[in-house]
């Protein structure tokens, strides 16, 4: 190569990464400016005492110390969040693949039943808990109604504090029309000729779905784990449209708790702390999932036993 030629190259690897960087700026500044800085602040003011009016005080780590060793609530909140993610993130997973499985059939009015099962997705929040408070209801409810038809007592649904998360979750999953148009995307992309050669060789449905079909959705059953774990860790809708928090503290979830000390009681120090709390959670369990993911996930070109 001459030294002409290295020039010109040089000149354009300097040109290319300068677009690059103009062409990023404005996500680098808003990404910045919507998620850095209000972290950084709401580290900031976990370390103080403060009303929203008058002056702040510098109390250090007074806050934490308050959350972990006088405030009973926040383990309470702590066990009914990790509860209520953990019924949300398997029954979502297992509840999209099944129906993007079924979708990915040819079936009559496949495009029909595939914007059906993706509506409850883009529904406004407020009318789908209005909905479900309906199907809930202790006395007229829909759900009760088909129990006392079948012979059985009334369910208190959203009065339980042992009913209350796992009926809250259901909510979830069925609005996981969003992990069923990933999944579907993803079933799409499995190469036909892989289940063509293992019909070959004499496998059937479910020895073609285990050894074929889920290795190859490895990379999206992760994606589709670590967005729905965040997610539902951050669970707050749910107990400010319908249960408050209650039946006593069965949906007193992190979020909420937030929200009640920081924006009710105005105590925005110690919502702070709260918040970092759960953002220490969140990336706790992101990281083990990424930490495990490693012997499960497969990609194109692997040879794992």
């Known amino acids: 190569m001459t030294v002409l030629s290295k020039k010109k190259k040089i000149k354009y690897n300097r040109a290319e990464t300068r677009a690059a960087w103009i062409l ?8 910045t400016c919507i998620t850095y800085l209000p972290m950084l602040a709401s580290f900031t003011l976990s370390l103080f005492s403060w009303n929203g009016l008058g002056e702040m005080k510098f109390v250090g780590m007074e806050n934490y110390v308050r959350l972990f060793t006088r405030d009973t609530k926040f383990y309470v909140s ?3 969040t990790l509860e209520y ?3 949300s993130v398997v029954g979502s997973v297992v509840y999209s693949m099944i129906i993007a499985m079924l979708l990915n059939r040819k079936v009559p009015a496949r495009g029909f039943f595939r914007a059906i099962f993706y509506l409850p997705y883009v529904l406004p929040a407020l009318a789908v808990y209005l909905g479900w408070k309906w199907l809930y209801d202790y006395n007229h409810g829909f759900f009760n ?8 007592a009334s369910v208190k649904f959203l009065d339980s504090s042992g009913m209350v998360t796992p009926s809250l979750a259901l909510i979830a999953v069925w609005l996981s029309g969003n992990l069923i148009v990933i999944f579907l995307a993803g079933l799409q992309n499995v190469p036909r000729t892989y289940h063509e050669a293992a019909e070959i060789d004499g496998a059937n ?5 285990w050894k074929i079909t889920i290795p190859c959705m490895t990379p999206i059953i992760f994606y589709n784990l670590l967005m729905s774990l965040v997610s539902n860790l951050q669970v707050i809708t749910p107990a400010l449209s319908l249960t408050k928090g209650g039946p006593g503290t069965g949906s007193y979830y992190i979020c909420y708790m ?3 000390q920081a924006f009710k009681s105005h105590k925005y120090g110690y919502g702070s702390a709260i918040a970092v709390i759960l953002f220490i959670l969140i990336a706790i369990f992101t990281g083990i999932l990424f930490a495990t993911s490693t012997g499960w996930i497969f990609y194109e070109g692997d040879n794992k036993e």
């Open 78 to 80: 702590l066990l009914t």
């Open 258 to 260: 937030l929200y009640t």
């Open 205 to 209: 449905a479910w020895q073609r779905f």
């Open 145 to 152: 109604y088909l129990i006392k038809l079948s012979g059985g």
């Open 24 to 31: 990023l700026l404005p996500s680098v500044i808003g990404l």
């Open 85 to 87: 993610a953990g019924i």
